[in-house]
C-alpha cells in the first residue's frame, strides 16, 4: 500500500460530489423515512520538524525508531450526513498515509441521533455532538463534548453517546444530558458517566449560562458563563468553573527508577477551578482580535513540571552507565505521555488571535503564551472559504527558552495544506 491510496478516496470523493443532486431527496418536503444526504471530501498533506530536545528526542537518540515522529502525511477523508425530521447520522471513513508507519485505513460515526417531541421538550438519544461555553481557545464548561481546543483543521467532531432533553423559550432554555450511559466507573475525561445539567438566559445584550455536572469518578461541578456584545464592535466573555474531584495524570516513580511499564496513571485528587476572561475586538473593515487569559486548575503546577524536567534529566543521565539503551529510551518515551493528557500544560496561558476577513479568505495570527515559563507558541495560517469549496494552510512553531515545555514537544515546527469540497 503507497501514498497514492488517499488519493483515491479524494477521487471518490469528485465522482460523489459531481452527482450530489441524485444522492438527495426530492424538493417536495421530507419525509420521515427519507432523509436527504449530503457531504464532504478532505485531502491534508501535512508536514513537521522533530524536535531536537525533549524526552522523545532523548528516546530516538539512545535507541534510534523507539518514537516514529512522522516527517510527512497524507490523509483523505469521506464524510457523509444524513438528516430527517426524526434522525440523523454523521459517518467518516478515512484513509492516512504516514511517512515510515504506512498507511491505515479506519471508518466511525460522528454522530446517529433519534429525536422526538413530547410536549414542548425535544428529546434525543444515540451519539451526539454538544458543545457548551463561551470561550474559544478554552472552555472550562465544555462538560459533555469535552472538545481539545485550537486544533490547526478545523474538522468535524466525534460525539458522545447520551440521552438528552431539551426546552426553549423565546429567552431561556434548558438541557439536560446523561453522557456515556453504558460506561463503566473506570472511563476518563470524555468518556465518563456524567448527568449534566445546563440553564441559558438571555438578558438584553447578556447571555447568561448556568452548568451543573456530576460524574462518576469526578464527582460533582458547577459553573456559570457569560458573553455580552457591549457595542458593535466589542464582545466580551467569561467563564468559571469548579470541580470538586480533579483527574490528574501522576507518577509514583523514584526519579532514577527504570520500569518495564509506563509510571502514569490517573488518580483522583482536591478539588481546583477553572476560569476564563476574554474578549473579542472587530473593526468595520473586518479585522478582528481575540484575547483571553484562562486558569486551569487541572494542569500541573511549576512544580509537577519540575520534577518531569528532573526525571528526563536523570533518565538521560544514566546512558552509558550498563543500563540498556532500550529500557531508557522507554522509559523517556513514557514522559512524553505527560505532554498529551491535559487540555492545558500551564495553569497560567494567554492567548491572542488577529485575523482578518475580505471576500472569502481570511489569514490568522496566533499566539499561546505560557508566563511561567515564557514558552510560546505561533501559528501562522490562511483559510479560503467559498460556496462548495475551502482551502486552509498554515504553520505552527513552538518558541520560547529552551528549557520551557512547549520546546519539549516532539515536534518543533508543523507545516499543514487542507482542501475540503461539499456536495
Known amino acids: 500500500m503507497t501514498a497514492c491510496r488517499p488519493l483515491l478516496i479524494a477521487l471518490l470523493g469528485c465522482v460523489l460530489g ?40 532523548m528516546a530516538n537518540t539512545l535507541s534510534p525508531g523507539t518514537v516514529p515522529v512522522s516527517a510527512r502525511a497524507i490523509n483523505a477523508q469521506l464524510e457523509f450526513r444524513a438528516m430527517a425530521p426524526t434522525w440523523q447520522a454523521t459517518a467518516t471513513l478515512q ?46 464548561n465544555d462538560v459533555v463534548q469535552q472538545e481539545a481546543r485550537r486544533s490547526l483543521v478545523s474538522t468535524t467532531l466525534e460525539g458522545r453517546g447520551l440521552i438528552m432533553a431539551e426546552q426553549f423559550a423565546s429567552d431561556s432554555a434548558w438541557s439536560v444530558v446523561w453522557v456515556n450511559p453504558g460506561h463503566g466507573p473506570q472511563e476518563q475525561a470524555g468518556r465518563e458517566n456524567a448527568l449534566a445539567l445546563r440553564y441559558y438566559q438571555r438578558q438584553g445584550a447578556v447571555d447568561w449560562h448556568a452548568f451543573a455536572r456530576r460524574g462518576v469518578q469526578s464527582g460533582a461541578s458547577m459553573g456559570l458563563a457569560a458573553a455580552w456584545v457591549a457595542t458593535d464592535a466589542l464582545e466580551l466573555h467569561a467563564s468559571a468553573r469548579g ?28 478539588s481546583s477551578t477553572q476560569m476564563l476572561l476574554g474578549g473579542t475586538w472587530t473593526h468595520r473593515s473586518q479585522l478582528s482580535l481575540l484575547a483571553e487569559t484562562w486558569w486551569d486548575g487541572n494542569a500541573w503546577s511549576a512544580a509537577d513540571w519540575r520534577r518531569w524536567v528532573q526525571r528526563n534529566q536523570a533518565l538521560g543521565a544514566m546512558a552509558g552507565s550498563g543500563v540498556p539503551a532500550s529500557a531508557l529510551a522507554g522509559n523517556l518515551a513514557w514522559q512524553a505521555q505527560a505532554l498529551a493528557y491535559a487540555s492545558s500544560l500551564h495553569r497560567h496561558n494567554v492567548y491572542l488571535r488577529l485575523s482578518w476577513t475580505h471576500e472569502g479568505w481570511q489569514p490568522t495570527l496566533d499566539l499561546l503564551y505560557h508566563p511561567a515559563d515564557g514558552g510560546r507558541l505561533w501559528t501562522a495560517g490562511l483559510t479560503y472559504k467559498g460556496d462548495l469549496l475551502e482551502l486552509q494552510t498554515g504553520i505552527r512553531l513552538a518558541a520560547g527558552p529552551s528549557d520551557s515545555i512547549l520546546r519539549q514537544l516532539p515536534s518543533q515546527q508543523q507545516f499543514y495544506l487542507s482542501v475540503m469540497r461539499s456536495f
Open 18 to 57: 459531481a452527482n450530489a443532486q441524485s444522492i438527495g431527496a426530492p424538493g417536495d418536503g421530507l419525509a420521515p423515512w427519507r432523509p436527504s444526504v449530503n457531504g464532504q471530501w478532505r485531502g491534508q498533506w501535512d508536514g513537521s520538524r522533530a524536535n531536537t530536545q525533549g524526552p522523545v528526542a
Open 95 to 140: 484513509d492516512q498515509w504516514q511517512q515510515r508507519q504506512g498507511n491505515t485505513t479506519r471508518a466511525w460515526i460522528n454522530e446517529a441521533v433519534l429525536n422526538a417531541e413530547v410536549g414542548d421538550w425535544q428529546l434525543s438519544a444515540g451519539k451526539k455532538i454538544v458543545s457548551w461555553d463561551v470561550g474559544y481557545a478554552f472552555r472550562p
Open 243 to 270: 470541580i470538586r474531584h480533579t483527574q490528574r495524570l501522576v507518577s509514583d516513580a523514584p526519579q532514577q527508577a527504570v520500569l518495564n511499564s509506563t509510571p502514569w496513571h490517573i488518580r483522583s485528587e482536591g
